[in-house]
T-cell receptor
Framework: ELKVEQNPLFLSMQEGKNYTIYCNYSTTSDRLYWYRQDPGKSLESLFVLLSNGAVKQEGRLMASLDTKARLSTLHITAAVHDLSATYFCAVDDTGNQFYFGTGTSLTVIP | DTGVSQNPRHKITKRGQNVTFRCDPISEHNRLYWYRQTLGQGPEFLTYFQNEAQLEKSRLLSDRFSAERPKGSFSTLEIQRTEQGDSAMYLC???????????????FGPGTRLTVL
C-alpha cells in the first residue's frame, strides 16, 4: 500500500519566519496535491503538481515536486497568522484515489 | 453555490442505528469519492464512482457500509448498525479527470460529522 509521510506533524512558528513542510511518498507517482484544512472545515485545494520539477507559488506558499526523490515540499515565506491551519499532501498513483499524509498542523504566533 | 454539498452536516445517532448521508457533486464532474477522516488524521479513501458505476472500494468499507450513485449525479453513503468506531467526518469529493487522468484534482465538500453514542 502506498505510504505518505509528512513532517513535521506539528509546527509552531513566529510571524515573519520561513519554514518548509516535507512530504515523502512510497510510489513513483508524478501527481501530488496540497490541501489546506481549517479546524472543523473541509479541505481547500492549494496546489496541483503533475511533473518532476514542478513548482507552483501562491502568495506566501510555494510547492515543489521531485519525483525521483519521491518528495514534495511546501515552503512558507514570511508567515502570517492567517496561514495557521493543517496542511495535507495527497498522492494519486493510479488516477483513482488519493492517499493522504497525516497532515502538518501549523500555528503562526504573532 | 456550485461547489460540492453534503447533508446533513452533523449527525448524532445511537449505536446500532442506521444512518444515510448525501453528497451532491459539482454538476459537470463524473467522478465522486467518499473519504473518512478521524481526528488528527488525513482523509482515508472509502470508495469512488465514475458516473453511476462504483469502481473501487477500500477494505475499510465493511459490509455495514454501502454507497450508491443511482443516476450518476448525487450519491448516498449508508452505514448500518452503527458502532462507536464509525464516529468520524465523512467527506465527499468530486472531480473531472482530464489529460488521460493525469489531472484529477478533487474538490471536497464540507463533510458530515457523525457521532455514534
Amino acid at each position: 500500500e502506498l505510504k505518505v509521510e509528512q513532517n513535521p506533524l506539528f509546527l509552531s512558528m513566529q510571524e515573519g519566519k520561513n519554514y518548509t513542510i516535507y512530504c515523502n511518498y512510497s510510489t513513483t507517482s508524478d501527481r501530488l496535491y496540497w490541501y489546506r484544512q481549517d479546524p472543523g472545515k473541509s479541505l481547500e485545494s492549494l496546489f496541483v503538481l503533475l511533473s518532476n520539477g514542478a513548482v507552483k507559488q501562491e502568495g506566501r506558499l510555494m510547492a515543489s515536486l521531485d519525483t525521483k526523490a519521491r518528495l514534495s515540499t511546501l515552503h512558507i515565506t514570511a508567515a502570517v497568522h492567517d496561514l495557521s491551519a493543517t496542511y495535507f499532501c495527497a498522492v494519486d498513483d493510479t488516477g483513482n484515489q488519493f492517499y493522504f499524509g497525516t497532515g502538518t498542523s501549523l500555528t503562526v504566533i504573532p | 453555490d456550485t461547489g460540492v454539498s453534503q447533508n446533513p452536516r452533523h449527525k448524532i445517532t445511537k449505536r446500532g442505528q442506521n444512518v444515510t448521508f448525501r453528497c451532491d457533486p459539482i454538476s459537470e464532474h463524473n467522478r465522486l469519492y467518499w473519504y473518512r477522516q478521524t481526528l488528527g488524521q488525513g482523509p482515508e479513501f472509502l470508495t469512488y464512482f465514475q458516473n453511476e458505476a462504483q469502481l473501487e472500494k477500500s477494505r475499510l468499507l465493511s459490509d455495514r457500509f454501502s454507497a450508491e450513485r443511482p443516476k450518476g449525479s448525487f450519491s448516498t453513503l449508508e452505514i448500518q448498525r452503527t458502532e462507536q468506531g464509525d464516529s468520524a467526518m465523512y467527506l465527499c469529493a468530486s472531480s473531472f479527470p482530464s489529460g488521460g487522468a493525469a489531472y484529477n484534482e478533487q474538490f471536497f465538500g464540507p463533510g458530515t460529522r457523525l457521532t455514534v453514542l
